[in-house]
């Protein structure tokens, strides 16, 4: 068992010990293992995680023959390197960024094929901020509660990886990697210049002044360098409450704007908490959020209504 919960080789299920095991040469800044994440648990206190940028995770999945539920490396601006044990075929997506195998240049965004031993580097993201590593056969770490992703948060899934870490790879499936058609022409969304993001007003959207949401509606922010998976934090105008008593701890839900003392807005992500003591003004439905996955440090960010706007207070 390595140090960060993922398991050697001697755990590994009898199709991924017969294939080795991936071998991380470079974890890059912060690579973690992701799939589609668990959703159903909030009631148990646990966030669905999961692949920030789903459609670039789907994606990757889908120019393999993988089902999308398969797990990806989800790397986060410095990208990574792996060694595969044997013959394999993998790809990269999301964020572009220069990819090489055995330091000569290879595709983004179209499936290689890897010879045994060979390593496959994902480099530094060029635009964007998070690139999907995935393999044929899919990155089989142990599941729990039926997700093999890694919640930062919660400290549930493997570990965020790091140099020398040993990573099971499944069977691949009958296309064995690339060749469908229909995929070639799969949408993917290029990191966004500006983000906007709809929000629909609420649950507590009347702790706050008229002036505070006209502020959120027509004001810019950018991204704080401050910012993970946990949450999107922004730079900008303060929002003002209207009270200020303690609101009890509540639950929390993906892409709730919540707004801490100091009144700059947090749009939660993948790995957010799940309850939280400060008054949420609205909520970004999850699937507006991809973009913020690609959103860099200074990022503008504009809020726009999903919804009717609330009655005059």
């Known amino acids: 068992m390595s140090g960060t919960g993922i398991p050697g080789p001697s755990a590994h299920s009898p199709n991924s010990t017969a294939r080795g095991a991936l071998v991380v040469v470079r974890a890059g800044a912060l690579t973690t293992v992701q799939d589609l994440g668990r959703p159903g648990y909030a009631h148990l206190g646990v966030s669905r995680s999961g692949a920030l940028d789903e459609p670039a995770h789907r994606l990757a999945n889908r120019l393999l023959g993988n089902p999308e539920s398969a797990a990806t490396l989800e790397t986060t601006f410095s990208g990574c390197a792996v060694r595969v044990p044997g013959p394999a075929v993998a790809v990269v997506t999301g964020a ?41 056969g899919g990155i089989q770490v142990p599941a729990e509660l039926g997700s093999r992703a890694t919640d930062l948060l919660s400290g549930i899934g493997p570990a965020p990886l ?131 996955a690609q959103a860099v440090p200074g990022t503008p960010v504009r809020f726009v209504p999903a919804g009717p706007a609330p009655r005059d207070r």
Not at 109 to 136: E, N, Q
Not at 285 to 291: G, S
């Open 162 to 292: 790091r140099d020398g870490d040993r990573l099971p790879v499944g069977p691949p499936g009958p296309t064995d990697g690339p060749g469908r058609a229909t995929v070639e022409a799969a949408r993917w969304q290029a990191p966004p210049r500006e983000l906007v993001l709809p929000v629909l007003c609420g649950p507590r959207t009347d702790w706050f002044t008229a002036d505070a949401l006209r502020t959120l509606m027509t004001r810019t922010y950018r991204v704080s360098p401050k910012g993970n998976r946990i949450g999107l934090r922004l730079d900008g105008p303060a929002l003002e409450r209207a009270r200020d008593d303690e609101l009890p701890s509540e639950g929390m839900t993906l892409g709730a704007v919540q707004v801490p003392p100091e009144g700059r807005p947090v749009v939660f992500l993948a790995d957010h908490p799940v309850t939280g003591g400060y008054p949420v003004i609205g909520v970004v439905p999850p699937e507006h959020l991809a973009p913020a």
């Open 96 to 136: 572009p960024c220069p990819v090489t195998v055995d330091g000569r240049p290879a595709p983004w965004g179209v499936p290689v094929r890897l010879p045994a031993g060979a390593v496959i580097d994902a480099g530094p993201a060029t635009h964007g901020l998070r690139s999907y590593l995935a393999f044929a």
